[in-house]
């Protein structure tokens, strides 16, 4: 099996930077004018708008440094070879998705969003390399979809259908090798 790479995509990225710095901004100015967003309508108080605020520059702050860093990343965001899947392109990193743990390849949809879904033999084997918030987060996957693993192409050369694609094709190949 010949080894594939799929690198990131420095446009995807940069507009998903761009986003991700747009609402931490907006986020911030929750924080320190909450009175410009109280509503006649829904009449929140200030309390609950600088928590919204705080969330928001904490998730987003996050996620901007995690897209900046990814800009200068020399590893690939995806490669599939002979032994299974290595996925760097989200904060779900698990090193190697071996194929023999793999039982079936899924799409999820998600809020406009397609993630492809591994599923293997011992979730919770895999569950166990997260660690604290991850590792919550992640088991509410499991418990909803069966698999700790999903993958997206956001960030990656490909779109999801390629991926999707590709990671069949792989897992179908390893699949009549090893029989």
Request: charged share 20%.
């Amino acid at each position: 099996m010949q080894e594939i790479i799929i690198k990131f995509s420095k446009k995807k990225l940069f507009v998903m930077l761009f986003v991700s710095i747009f609402f931490t901004y907006y986020s911030t100015i929750h924080v320190s004018n909450p009175e410009r967003f109280i509503s006649l309508r829904r009449n929140p108080n200030e309390n609950t708008i600088i928590f919204m605020g705080c969330l928001g520059v904490c998730v987003f702050g996050i996620s901007s440094i995690s897209i900046f860093l990814k800009l200068f990343n020399k590893k690939p965001g995806l490669v599939i070879n002979s032994d299974g899947i290595i996925f760097h392109a989200s904060a779900n990193t698990l090193g190697l998705i071996k194929w023999k743990d793999v039982t079936d390849i899924k799409t999820y949809k998600f809020y406009n969003q397609n993630y492809i879904l591994i599923m293997v033999k011992n979730p919770k084997e895999y569950l166990n390399k997260f660690k604290h918030v991850k590792k919550f987060l992640y088991k509410r996957n499991l418990n909803n979809n069966g698999t700790p693993i999903f993958l997206s192409s956001a960030g990656l050369q490909c779109n999801s259908k390629e991926m999707e694609k590709l990671l069949k094709e792989e897992f179908n190949r390893y699949q009549s090798i090893s029989k």
